[in-house]
């Protein structure tokens, strides 16, 4: 059995993520079938923090799958009476086929448990990076659109740990465009904007001079998960980058992507989120067929597929 680690978009190679995304649009329109490529393995399910859609789509995905789950919490390891992060790395490596790992710190620490490489480790969301989000999101581009390439974005808002995935995943696609907008001091940090396409992703601090015809206006939430703002008056900040239906005056046929969990009336309208344009949940359900696709990627049998 070959293992491979899904803890940043730079593990993954060109193939690897057009592959990926494509078993996510076939996971969708055809189910799993008799495919049970987990049967007879166990994947532990690690959540430091709370989580909606990404646990349950690896939870339910290794169950359609074939396999079996093991859920964790942050009171279920022996590291809160002290055993060190890389004893729980040899040990666990030894009992399980598959960690899924959200927490809300370095993902260097995910690297600790990738380096035993007898269990694939994946990345759910790291404090910097959020992978899988972005391979979702990919995978709802093409099932959207038929294509990624040639697409158009308009992210708004922070530049979080999806938005770092996203313009790292996207950079991947040449004639993509992504443009961010991002409040002033919360934009995308300086390692990700060096890792990036520039001739793919720009970033400006301002709601002036939208680009118009845009495919997709896309956000998140204002308040990441397990991150604090800095400046007391964030929300005065952040509040010219809610996304409203003005954004469709002069792009009338994009759609509308959110991660999910959204707070109405901050950095989206209800007139927005549950309106006509807006694929925000088929983009949720896809997290589902997207996490299938990377579970099958991270473990093939030897001289498989």
Not at 82 to 107: C, H, N
Not at 190 to 200: G, K, T
Not at 281 to 293: G, R, T, Y
Request: overall charge negative.
């Amino acid at each position: 059995m070959t293992v491979r680690h899904l803890i940043s978009v730079d593990d993954l190679s060109d193939g690897d993520i057009r592959k990926i995304v494509a078993r996510g649009v076939e996971f969708r329109e055809r189910g799993a079938g008799a495919d049970r490529p987990l049967a007879g393995r166990i994947a532990g399910i690690y959540f430091g923090k709370t989580s909606t859609r990404t646990r349950t789509a690896f939870t339910a995905g290794t169950l359609r799958l074939g396999g079996q789950v093991i859920p964790l919490g942050p009171g279920d390891l022996q590291t809160n009476t002290g055993e060190s992060i890389e004893d729980t790395a040899r040990v666990l490596g030894r009992m399980l086929d598959i960690f899924v790992m959200r927490t809300a710190g370095d993902p260097a620490e995910m690297r600790t448990f990738a380096e035993e490489d007898r269990m694939a480790v994946i990345n759910a969301m790291s404090a910097t990076e959020h992978p899988t989000q972005a391979l979702t999101d990919i995978t709802t581009l093409l099932w959207r659109f038929g294509d990624v390439e040639g697409l158009r974005i308009l992210y708004v808002g922070e530049g979080n740990n999806t938005a770092s995935a996203l313009a790292l995943a996207l950079s991947r696609y040449p004639s993509v465009r992504l443009e961010l907008r991002t409040p002033p001091g919360y934009g995308l940090a300086d390692d990700i904007l060096a890792r990036v396409d520039p001739e793919v992703v720009t970033e400006r601090h301002d709601m002036d001079d939208l680009p118009k015809g845009v495919n997709v206006v896309y956000t998140t939430r204002w308040q990441t998960t397990g991150t604090t703002k800095p400046d007391a008056n964030w929300r005065e900040i952040f509040a010219p980058f809610q996304v409203t239906t003005a954004l469709w005056e002069d792009s009338p046929q994009a759609v509308f992507m959110h991660d999910l969990p959204a707070h109405r009336g901050e950095e989206v309208t209800p007139e927005v989120i549950d309106g006509k344009h807006s694929i925000a949940f088929d983009q949720a359900e896809n997290k589902l067929h997207s996490a299938m696709a990377v579970l099958e990627w991270c473990r093939v049998e030897d001289g498989g597929r």
